[in-house]
């Protein structure tokens, strides 16, 4: 198969750890290792540069951090990278966002004739989201106009890839086309029934607890971790030990949700766990709980599967596809603590059941899902040619 060039945009990089950036390194390392080029353009400042190492064609934008939500940079200037498009030749764009460099990317390819896809990664249409992040006034008129940006956007491009069928669906229904399922993947090397989380489980349990149970994700309002705190507390006597891996705006929020609900013995806040790491948190846990509403595929409950943990999550949107109840997790009610806590309890009792995890990973593993992203990409790009 001919090999392409291909221009990554993204508005999300590196030092950020979410699944947009876990997407691109992700598909970036696949693509490279199938023989073709991936070029990034990102958005970023000092740390993203330091905190590249050894990636290849990365090319960083200065910019500016989103203040109300500083794990993601607005660029300053995204329309420099055209003088270094035209230098690489690609034979295709994708834009993993549809912010500022998102922008420079669709403008890009219809000024120079370039085929571009673009992933709907992140529901920033939803009204709570806005609410959260921007100013009373910024949030109303955003609310109102969001997905006649979305249409305007991704409608222009000349294909669209949902990460998951729900968010496909909810893209058709706001009159988005052109839209091709194709999962971000989990790296089934890396996360695995195979790796060693007891010393990691050792030092988190101690002496009081038995069972342990893993949150991993953004600290932030939209994750919904009040439900998982509220849950945490209806079972602070059944000695389970809560972790919560992460980092976020909203950290001094649940920190001080969680003392008042008087978790202390029963609730850790683990912070940023660095990627070589993170593996051993999944092997050490029970289950993994997921209370969140907002993930558009949820790689997270993928990477725990992977690694042979049941998921207790939400049963909404992209959620709702991945867990089948009593096959590979358990779904509860979204935002209801109490059924939360039954569900995480009803897994904790019933651990060998659950045999299907990692079966469920490995149809999102690298492999599989780049199979699918070359396909989007040959027939977008063969589409423009006709």
Request: hydrophobic letters at 35%; one cysteine or more; a positive charge.
């Given at each position: 198969m001919e090999s392409l060039n291909i221009a990554f945009y993204t508005d999300s990089?590196?030092?950020?750890?979410?699944?947009?950036?876990?997407?691109?390194?992700?598909?970036?390392?696949?693509?490279?290792?199938?023989?073709?080029?991936?070029?990034?353009?990102?958005?970023?400042?000092?740390?993203?540069?330091?905190?590249?190492?050894?990636?290849?064609n990365v090319y960083i934008t200065r910019s500016l951090k989103f203040n109300r939500y500083?794990?993601?940079n607005v660029a300053l200037t995204p329309f420099l990278s055209s003088l270094k498009l035209k230098e690489?030749?690609?034979?295709i764009i994708h834009a993993h966002t549809p912010f500022t460099m998102g922008v420079s990317a669709l403008a890009l390819a219809r000024l120079n004739k370039i085929p571009i896809t673009s992933t709907f990664h992140t529901l920033f249409t939803d009204k709570g989201i806005i609410a959260n992040?921007?100013?009373?006034?910024?949030?109303?008129?955003?609310?109102?106009?969001?997905w006649r940006y979305a249409k305007f956007f991704y409608n222009r491009c000349n294909s669209v890839i949902a990460p998951s069928m729900t968010v496909k669906q909810?893209?058709?229904?706001?009159?988005?086309?052109?839209?091709s399922v194709v999962p971000n993947s989990v790296d089934t090397d890396k996360f695995n029934p195979e790796v060693d989380g007891r010393a990691v489980r050792k030092r988190l349990l101690g002496k009081d607890h038995e069972k342990l149970v893993l949150y991993v994700g953004r600290i932030s309002?939209?994750?919904?971790?009040?439900?998982?705190?509220?849950?945490?507390?209806?079972?602070s006597d059944k000695k389970v030990k809560f972790v919560l891996v992460g980092t976020g705006p909203a950290m001094s929020h649940y920190t001080s949700m969680a003392r008042?609900?008087?978790?202390?013995?029963?609730?850790?806040?683990?912070?940023?766990?660095?990627?070589?790491?993170?593996?051993?948190?999944?092997?050490?846990?029970d289950a993994f709980c997921i209370p969140s509403t907002f993930e558009t595929q949820g790689i997270v409950s993928l990477e725990a599967m992977a690694c042979g943990k049941p998921v207790v999550g939400a049963d909404w949107r992209a959620l709702h596809e991945i867990i089948k109840?009593?096959?590979?997790?358990?779904?509860?009610?979204?935002?209801?603590?109490?059924?939360?806590?039954?569900?995480?309890e009803k897994v904790l009792n019933n651990i060998g059941s659950y045999k299907e995890t990692v079966r469920t990973a490995k149809q999102y593993s690298i492999e599989a899902t780049t199979d699918k992203l070359l396909k989007v990409y040959r027939e977008t790009i063969n589409n423009m040619t006709v």
């Open positions: 990089f590196l030092p950020a750890h979410d699944g947009v950036v876990t997407s691109i390194l992700n598909f970036k390392a696949e693509l490279e290792k199938r023989g073709h080029t991936v070029y990034v353009f990102a958005s970023g400042n000092s740390s993203t540069k330091s905190h590249i190492g050894g990636q290849k500083p794990q993601y690489l030749e690609p034979d992040y921007l100013s009373k006034r910024a949030s109303k008129v955003l609310s109102k106009y969001s909810l893209l058709l229904n706001e009159g988005i086309e052109n839209i309002k939209e994750k919904k971790i009040s439900v998982l705190l509220k849950a945490a507390m209806r079972m008042r609900l008087g978790l202390g013995d029963v609730l850790t806040f683990e912070g940023f766990v660095s990627d070589k790491a993170l593996p051993k948190y999944y092997a050490a846990a109840d009593g096959r590979n997790g358990e779904k509860f009610n979204a935002g209801d603590s109490a059924e939360c806590a039954r569900k995480l």
